[in-house]
């Protein structure tokens, strides 16, 4: 079968495509032909980082795929040729909280092959049946994004009709968190320096949009926005470099959901105002595969249909990456595998 394989090379170059037997299930477990891959900022930052990485062999990257069964292993219970699925971004992960133990099993991170392959063999357990109003392209921005936004606002928050929801930016998280917010009667609010991605931000429900560049000090103009009261939930994408714009932003007593850093790891951030307005803080790491099937409930009752961008084809992986990094994109970049 055909795969693409972090190698030890500077930048992009770093994925190479190649070939791999092709694998077989054994007992309890599911074999997927992959119909489409979509990608993530994580997989950028480990693909330029894959000379340091020191691996003891080259890894398939991506973590989120959708595709059909087409073998089972002894013992399967669950799954049948034919079925729709899709892969969970820690495939042991199954209920409950996160362990330090999943860790080692995210796919396509440190030691375990990812999606980016023609073929993939998975603990049954690990694979979501996609809702049937989904093409696999929509149903592969599901694993880690989809998943991502729903804990982010209906598990480490409770996010309810009539709330307020701050969104930054308008990639794969936040869109179908702005999709999600607006299903469940939110009140949607996103932060673009983009013009154009502003209005189609409020094509899909959001009530306002904040220039960022434009507005330094957004997070009090969400405030003021919000009559003084403050969001009662904000999404937290950037990091250090916007975290005391999303606390500024915040309601007392509201949650944040902090998943991304995309301005950096560390940085100064005013921990006195976490206090004194009583906030809620809540790392958010993607889900269990519970939490990511009741993502599949709630868009079969909803209707909703993920923002793929762009598609490319498996030969243009090297270009989806490239076009990814550009920050060009609204929603999802997806490669189809053919």
């Known amino acids: 079968m055909n795969v693409y394989e972090l190698h030890a090379r500077e930048g992009f170059d770093s994925l190479v495509k190649g070939e791999r037997p092709s694998p077989r299930p054994g007992a ?10 979509s990608l993530n ?28 069964v087409v073998e089972v292993g002894p013992g399967v219970t ?16 199954h209920r409950g909280e996160l362990e330090e133990s999943h860790h080692a099993h995210a796919l396509g991170g440190g030691t ?20 049937e109003h989904l093409s696999f392209e929509e149903a592969a921005t599901l694993p880690c994004a989809g998943v991502t936004a729903y804990q982010a606002l209906f598990v480490a928050a409770t996010v309810k009709p009539g709330d307020t929801v701050l969104l930054q930016g ?9 999709q999600l917010a607006k299903a469940a009667g939110a009140i949607p609010l996103v932060t673009s320096s983009s013009a154009g991605k502003r209005e ?4 899909l429900g959001a009530v306002e949009t904040f220039d960022y560049k434009e507005t330094p000090a957004w997070g009090e103009a969400v405030r003021a926005f919000t ?13 250090p470099g916007t975290f005391d714009q999303s606390v500024a932003a915040l309601r007392f007593g509201g949650t944040m959901s902090i998943l991304g850093v995309l301005t950096g790891v560390r940085g100064e951030v005013n921990t006195h105002a976490i206090f004194h307005k009583g906030l809620k803080v809540h790392g958010v790491y993607v889900g269990s595969v519970a939490m990511f099937e009741d993502l599949g409930r709630a868009l ?29 994109h609204f929603g999802k970049v997806v490669v189809r595998v053919d």
């Open 41 to 68: 900022y994580r997989d950028i930052i480990l693909a330029k980082n894959a000379k340091g990485a020191n691996r003891e062999r080259p890894i398939v990257p991506t973590s989120d795929g959708a595709g059909e």
């Open 200 to 203: 189609r931000a409020k094509a």
């Open 300 to 328: 079969s009752a909803s209707r909703i249909v993920p923002i793929v961008d762009r598609v490319f084809s498996f030969g243009e992986a090297r270009a989806a990456y490239d076009y990814l990094a550009s920050a060009a």
């Open 112 to 131: 375990t092959d990812g999606m980016l392959a023609q073929e993939v063999v998975l603990r049954e357990e690990a694979w979501v049946r996609i809702p």
């Open 227 to 239: 009559g003084g009261r403050g969001v009662d939930v904000a999404v937290e994408v950037g990091g």
């Open 170 to 178: 308008t990639g794969g998280v936040s869109i179908l968190a702005l």
């Open 28 to 37: 309890g477990e599911v074999k997927v032909r992959v119909r489409a891959v």
């Open 78 to 93: 669950r799954l049948r040729a034919g079925d729709r699925v899709m892969a969970a971004f820690f495939p042991t992960w």
